[in-house]
């Protein structure tokens, strides 16, 4: 009888505090935004530089893309810039590790990962842009709040440039301003 009273004395607080935890979430806040850069992030963890080493068992390849991480994205993003360093002796290095703007990408990845829901379905064409993003550009300039700060934000620049201006900044950002120091990206 005593052991009736204790858990009343004990669930049901917890019980009505879950229920008010419950009731205090705003409706729709649940799932994370996935930005460009994190979905450039999920691209490059698969990427056969991972899978050299994540394969099968508990860090293989479906681990890297379907799991809540223990670890903070820091780390993940220390690992993805040289394993070897993160992980010492535990396996062969496959080569040098990721470039500074995909290890910002894999630590957005990971962050989504960390806030839980569903992966987004992207289009071939969105899936490009992110990956040149996640690739080059993330190492100076910011979007949707990820990313470096040392260069503008571009999270808005469709909106204050037209495709040609943006066209001719990127491949020759020279003939736009003479004193730019940013590298042109081809043709």
Same mark, same amino acid.
């Given at each position: 009888? *005593?052991? %009736?009273?204790?858990?009343?004395?004990?669930?049901?607080?917890?019980?009505?505090? %879950?229920?008010?935890?419950?009731?205090?979430?705003? !409706?729709?806040?649940?799932?994370? +935004?996935?930005? &460009?850069?994190?979905?450039?992030?999920?691209?490059?963890?698969?990427?056969?530089?991972?899978?050299?080493?994540?394969q099968?068992?508990?860090?293989g390849a479906?681990?890297?893309?379907?799991? +809540?991480? +223990?670890?903070d994205?820091? *780390?993940?993003?220390?690992?993805?810039?040289?394993?070897? %360093?993160?992980?010492?002796?535990? #396996?062969?290095?496959?080569?040098?590790?990721?470039?500074? !703007?995909? !290890?910002?990408?894999v630590?957005?990845?990971?962050?989504?990962? #960390? $806030?839980?829901? &569903?992966?987004?379905?992207?289009?071939? #064409?969105?899936?490009?842009?992110?990956?040149?993003?996640? +690739?080059?550009?993330?190492?100076?300039?910011?979007?949707?709040?990820?990313? /470096?700060? $040392?260069?503008?934000?571009? %999270?808005? !620049?469709?909106? /204050?440039?037209?495709?040609? *201006?943006?066209?001719? *900044?990127?491949?020759?950002?020279?003939?736009?301003?003479?004193?730019?120091?940013?590298?042109?990206?081809? $043709?």
């Open positions: 009888r *005593w052991i %009736t009273a204790s858990f009343g004395f004990v669930g049901l607080p917890i019980a009505v505090l %879950t229920y008010l935890g419950y009731q205090d979430t705003p !409706a729709g806040a649940a799932e994370p +935004r996935w930005t &460009p850069l994190a979905v450039a992030g999920r691209q490059f963890v698969s990427d056969a530089k991972c899978m050299a080493c994540h099968d068992g508990e860090t479906s681990a890297l893309l379907n799991f +809540r991480p +223990r670890r994205p820091e *780390w993940a993003i220390g690992h993805v810039r040289d394993p070897e %360093t993160i992980t010492p002796g535990l #396996r062969s290095p496959t080569g040098a590790g990721l470039g500074v !703007a995909q !290890a910002q990408a630590g957005a990845f990971v962050r989504r990962l #960390r $806030s839980g829901g &569903p992966q987004p379905q992207v289009s071939q #064409r969105d899936l490009t842009a992110a990956r040149v993003l996640g +690739r080059y550009c993330a190492a100076c300039h910011m979007i949707d709040g990820e990313g /470096a700060a $040392s260069a503008p934000d571009l %999270t808005r !620049a469709g909106a /204050a440039r037209d495709r040609e *201006w943006l066209h001719q *900044w990127i491949t020759s950002p020279e003939d736009v301003d003479p004193f730019a120091s940013m590298p042109a990206f081809g $043709s």
